[in-house]
């Protein structure tokens, strides 16, 4: 809400700039977005009176008029709006002067005819098209005649006034009016408030014998009107059109423009009926019943429901209760007798229907804010009285009241030792005294306890602690000490599962893999592919786009788009881990279940192409498996690890990917990622592998322990052969170490060959064994017989062919 | 020609020719030659017997020292050469060092997890613990418990993904304040936690907008814990992640769940607080949110709001690596661009 200055230095003396003034609000109230001028960015721009005017001699339309700027001579000025008029004092931009969207005025020739700068708009000079005023939408503005001529135009329109705009919070619905805001500043100021309050005057008849208003209690907690007769329908005057514009509100006539102003002055949306247009004399604020419609303030017709609360007269509705009045009661040129309502709606119903509707107006916002239950009868009473004298109405005698509430002051109490206990503060009584007083709260002290009596404008405020926020931000933040807390020692430490995640981590970065944090909604169909175990997945009811509208149950897919934004970019080498959490979910959960996996994507090369190694080797499935290896073995799992071929993966290459168990417990998975999937990926070759590390996490593991190393030396001896194809080499490792007697320490493959000099269907394997004994040097007798016996074992179990 | 002349006359000239073998194959083939079996002093020492027994030991003795003094060249001879075949080598073996070292396999933890992992450092070492909870929470969780019922205005300020009425992605990570002072032992001591962890919201992608971003919660739940504790506590985060001289400053603002509440905001990186576009003139920039716990949070998670108070913050480390490396797309960070997670490897 933008908040005038020049209003606010009405009721209260303001020594300090309006920025200065915005600091004071921003530290101790509520945000303040901007702080602005209307005038800023305009300069010569003055008052000039048109003498005499001659048609253009080659124009229908445009008049030569001759104009007073206040300089000896008059200046000639080509003007082509319609109400241009001899006698009428109007907004000159001089020659070399600056108007509305940063436009230069120039001396130039219109059509043959010199013209020294131009007439104005208001809409020209920078207000904006929705504030100007029907009467000057179509032509130049005529300014009061009072105006001194060749004198900056500003000031006569309001535009020299500062403009706070608040940004303010949830619970400050009392900020969003004049008086509001001055409450607040004169407490952060501390300065005395002078505040008017209305004086009306009555006629003898009563409102009552005309009006009957009724109200249901629970949509309408207090329900009041007022009634003016005879109101004699005309534009509203200049100082009232400044502080609607200025607050971006279209002046309308002086009816409609008093509520605009009241709501502005006191927070309170009133709406004016014609009462001459209401069928019956009976005015009813209740639910609205199915089927019924209204066409609203701004020509839309809508169909209402039970939901919304309606103001309705024997025909039916006549307005969207507290959103928007309704075109058949509606303010006319016309109009004579004007019943004012001012109500205050139920918050929630209102919020509802200003969202249902999408028609979120000032009145609207009000209401969901709260209202001052107090000032109900003030601002009717102030809106009846501006009618009076703007319109000349005569205000008929007494308030017609559907609904009331017995507005009480809250009392809240406080200790002083509470206040220094939770600030951190040594206030003295006088201090808090002193802030409470300010803030025009009732106060009184008894033994350290304040008994704060806190007026119905401040309704954000309840208990003890909204107390503690007052005294808080009036003393001033910035001088709260700074300190720590004290108490008892807590020890501070990561737990066992945290440090596995962090060593996790290190881990993967260590073998050359990036971090990334990619997103966990992602398409229904990527949320289900790369499962290591059946789930039914979790939907969100309403998303925002089908990109991001089913939770995780793998990583890899979203490690995949984040390839897949690489490669579209050139990166080709592509090295990425995540850990993070999936989502499973059983059929009757409504909750899933989260677990923290950690999975990783490589395409491309580990260590980019080099003048060393120009051509680089891509990672293939053997690179990736080594990760995963040096992963689990830095996690020390207790256990053996053992890859399974499988090709029970849709999203994975038949023939390169492998189940992982860890001690037979099914732990995860690697493999290439299938052409086609990567294909719909749009993404190159890739590896990839996912583990479950919740479940790797709670394994028992392998401590770090001190084995002698042996000071008698190994001996090794290697073992070529030829073998089936389908033989693996876990087959011949396992066979190897089923007969390599007690000393064989290790057996490493050192070469696999298949092809040219190998038997079609065979493959040739090669490894090291290597053989010791911790309590001696093994004779080479002892270390050939153990050799023999594997040598033997591997041609009866595999067939193998020793070469 | 006596014996012992003969023996000077091949001192005299092996000494000559040693000094002038340039490779180390013929020298050893000299010394073979001379020293050996077949060689001349050993013949000169067998002729020794034809000599007198009053000669003999003098000349034995003379005859040794021949030996030892061509043994000795030859050895100095060996040494001079194997160090000049060995410069020579050096010499080939130069290379350039300018040539680029061979690339090293390197990863990088996520820009934000370097934040996460800083703050959690940092609380730690203030003997908090570190708590993680769920991402899809309860309405309870999220809103109720944190003095958001249904129908709370202030629900509207956090535009939310929910997959049932009751469940839905977590928008804060608040819900483990209060998932945490219902299980928290007071009678063991105060509780004091921070909670990092991913959250949503539904709104559209764009340069400052992320449907999916990171919080860290901050709790400290105490007999006596005050509003200049919760000041100390976040002068200390900016001092850790930006540096000293950054400061921090409150202001009034509103959470349902902090009663005061306020915003902090730190000294402007861009101009050190003496104002400028990126602070809007200000000198400051608004972090993060904090406040003492409203009471009716802790009177719904069991905790006694008469005996017990404290204060919560709630700090987005998305927004910290934004303000601290100048990014200026949060979109950036759940990307994954290999250009960009690269270049926050400097560990100094
Ligand atoms: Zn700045």
């Known amino acids: ?803 | 020609m006596s014996l012992r002349d003969q023996l000077e006359e091949i001192r005299d000239n092996h000494l000559k020719a040693i000094e002038e073998l340039s490779d180390l194959k013929s020298l050893e083939d000299l010394r073979v030659k001379l020293l050996g079996k077949k060689g001349p002093i050993t013949q000169a020492l067998r002729g020794m017997k034809d000599l007198s027994a009053e000669e003999r030991p003098a000349f034995g003795q003379f005859a040794n020292q021949v030996r030892d003094q061509l043994q000795s060249k030859l050895e100095n001879r060996r040494d001079q050469l194997k160090q000049a075949a060995l410069n020579r080598q050096l010499v080939q073996e130069k290379i350039d060092v300018t040539l680029p070292g061979t690339p090293v396999a390197q990863g990088q933890p996520h820009v934000i997890q370097q934040i996460i992992d800083q703050l959690e450092d940092l609380f730690i070492g203030l003997g908090y613990q570190i708590l993680t909870g769920p991402e899809v929470e309860e309405d309870r969780y999220n809103f109720e418990m944190m003095n958001l019922p249904k129908d709370h205005p202030a629900r509207d300020m956090q535009d939310t993904f929910y997959i049932t009425n009751e469940i839905l992605m977590r928008t804060q990570t608040s819900p483990m304040q209060a998932r945490a002072m219902e299980t928290h032992d007071f009678s063991q001591g105060p509780l004091k936690m921070i909670s990092p962890g991913v959250v949503y919201r539904r709104d559209t992608d764009d340069p400052t907008h992320s449907h999916q971003f990171h919080q860290v919660e901050g709790l400290v739940i105490d007999k006596h814990i005050t509003m200049a504790d919760l000041k100390g506590t976040l002068q200390l985060v900016a001092h850790e992640l930006f540096g000293d001289r950054f400061d921090v400053r409150l202001r009034p603002s509103y959470f349902p769940f902090t009663e005061p509440s306020v915003e902090a905001d730190i000294t402007c990186f861009n101009c050190g607080g003496k104002g400028c576009a990126v602070c809007k003139y200000t000198g400051w920039i608004e972090v993060l949110g904090a406040g003492m716990v409203h009471p009716n949070v802790l009177k719904m998670a069991g905790v006694d709001p008469e005996v017990y108070g404290g204060f919560a913050f709630g700090m987005g480390p998305d927004r910290f690596a934004m303000l601290k490396y100048g990014v200026d797309d949060i979109r950036n960070f759940y990307l994954n661009d290999e250009r960009f997670l690269t270049q926050f490897s400097k560990k100094g």
């Open chain 1, 1 to 803: 809400m933008k908040i005038s200055y020049n209003w606010l230095k009405e009721y209260m003396t303001i020594n300090i700039s309006a920025k200065d003034l915005a600091e004071k609000i921003e530290r101790g109230a509520v945000e303040v977005d901007t702080v602005t001028k209307p005038s800023d960015g305009l300069k010569k721009i003055v008052v000039g009176k048109i003498i005499s005017m001659t048609p253009h001699p080659d124009s229908d339309h445009l008049q030569v008029c001759q104009v007073d700027i206040g300089e000896e001579e008059l200046s000639q000025i080509v003007c082509g709006a319609p109400n241009v008029e001899v006698g009428k004092k109007v907004i000159v931009a001089l020659p070399g002067s600056r108007i509305g969207d940063n436009v230069k005025i120039k001396r130039s020739k219109m059509r043959g005819v010199l013209s020294n700068g131009m007439i104005c708009a208001l809409d020209e000079i920078g207000f904006p098209k929705d504030v100007v005023p029907k009467e000057w939408a179509d032509g130049i503005y005529f300014l009061e005649d009072d105006a001194e001529i060749g004198e900056p135009v500003f000031g006569y329109l309001g535009m020299d006034d500062d403009l706070i705009d608040v940004d303010v919070t949830p619970n400050r619905g009392d900020m969003l009016s004049v008086y509001g805001t001055a409450y607040d500043v004169a407490a952060l100021l501390d300065v005395p408030l002078t505040l008017t309050h209305p004086n009306l005057q009555e006629v003898a008849t009563l409102a009552s014998d005309a009006l009957i208003a009724k109200a249901d209690q629970a949509v309408a907690p207090i329900y009041k009107m007022r009634l003016v007769k005879n109101v004699k329908i005309a534009p509203s005057p200049t100082w009232l059109q400044i502080k609607l514009w200025n607050a971006g509100i279209r002046p309308i006539n002086n009816v409609v423009d008093a509520t605009n102003y009241i709501l502005l002055k006191y927070g309170q949306p009133l709406h004016a009926f014609d009462f001459d247009k209401i069928s019956g004399n009976t005015i009813e604020a209740r639910m609205a019943q199915p089927g019924e419609q209204l066409t609203t303030l701004d020509e839309e017709a809508r169909d209402l429901d039970q939901n919304d609360i309606v103001i309705a007269d024997a025909n039916g509705p006549i307005a969207l209760a507290g959103v928007m009045g309704g075109l058949n009661s509606e303010i006319s040129d016309a109009t004579t007798t004007v019943a004012i309502e001012s109500a205050v709606f139920d918050a929630t119903t209102i919020r509802k229907t200003a969202q249902r509707h999408n028609l979120h107006t000032s009145a609207a916002q009000h209401f969901e804010r709260g209202v001052n239950r107090g000032g109900v009868e003030e601002a009717a009473d102030a809106a009846a009285q501006l009618m009076a004298e703007l319109a000349s109405g005569e205000v008929q005698q007494g308030i017609v009241t559907a609904t009331d509430q017995a507005v009480e002051p809250v009392k809240v109490s406080v200790t002083l030792a509470r206040i220094n206990h939770v600030l951190g503060t040594t206030l003295s009584t006088p201090t808090v005294t002193d802030i409470f007083n300010r803030l025009g709260f009732g106060v009184t002290v008894e033994n350290d306890t304040f008994m704060v009596t806190v007026p119905a404008r401040r309704w954000d405020i309840h208990i003890e602690a909204d107390l503690l926020e007052e005294v808080a931000r009036i003393y001033g933040y910035d001088e709260i000490p700074a300190t720590l807390p004290g108490g008892p020692a807590t020890p501070g430490a990561l737990t066992e599962k945290q440090k596995l995640i962090r060593s996790s981590r290190s881990i993967m970065e260590a073998a050359g893999l990036n971090q990334a944090i990619s997103y966990s909604l992602t398409t229904e169909g990527k949320a289900g592919q790369f499962m290591m175990k059946e789930s039914h997945k979790t939907d969100l009811s309403w998303p925002m786009t089908l990109d991001h509208a089913t939770l995780r149950m793998n990583l890899i897919s979203g490690l995949l788009d984040d390839v897949a934004y690489n490669n579209a970019r050139r990166v080709q080498d592509v090295a990425l881990y995540e850990q993070g959490r999936v989502f499973y979910r059983e059929e009757e959960q409504v909750r899933p279940s989260e677990e923290d996996h950690i999975a990783g994507a490589i395409s491309g090369r580990l260590v980019p192409t080099n003048w060393q190694d120009a051509k680089g080797q891509p990672v293939d499935f053997y690179e990736l498996k080594g990760i995963v290896d040096v992963f689990l073995k830095n996690l020390a799992v207790a256990g053996d690890v053992r890859y399974e071929a499988t090709d029970r993966y849709p999203e994975l290459h038949p023939g390169r990917t492998a189940d992982i168990f860890v001690h037979d417990h099914y732990i995860g998975f690697i493999g290439q990622v299938h052409p086609s999937t990567a294909a719909a990926y749009k993404i190159n070759p890739t590896y990839v592998f996912e583990l479950n590390l919740e479940a790797l996490i709670e394994m028992p593991k392998d401590v770090n322990q001190y084995v002698p190393i042996s000071k008698f030396p190994a001996v090794s001896r290697d073992i070529a052969m030829l073998v089936d194809d389908q033989v693996t080499n876990e087959e011949v490792v396992a066979t190897i170490k089923k007969r390599g007697g007690a000393y064989l320490k290790n057996v490493a493959l050192f070469d696999v060959y298949e092809g040219a000099h190998v038997p079609e269907g065979k493959r040739s394997l090669a490894y090291t064994l290597t053989y010791q004994n911790p309590e001696t040097t093994l004779t080479d007798d002892e270390v050939n017989q153990a050799f023999e016996k594997v040598e033997k074992q591997l041609k009866e179990q595999l067939n193998a062919e020793i070469r």
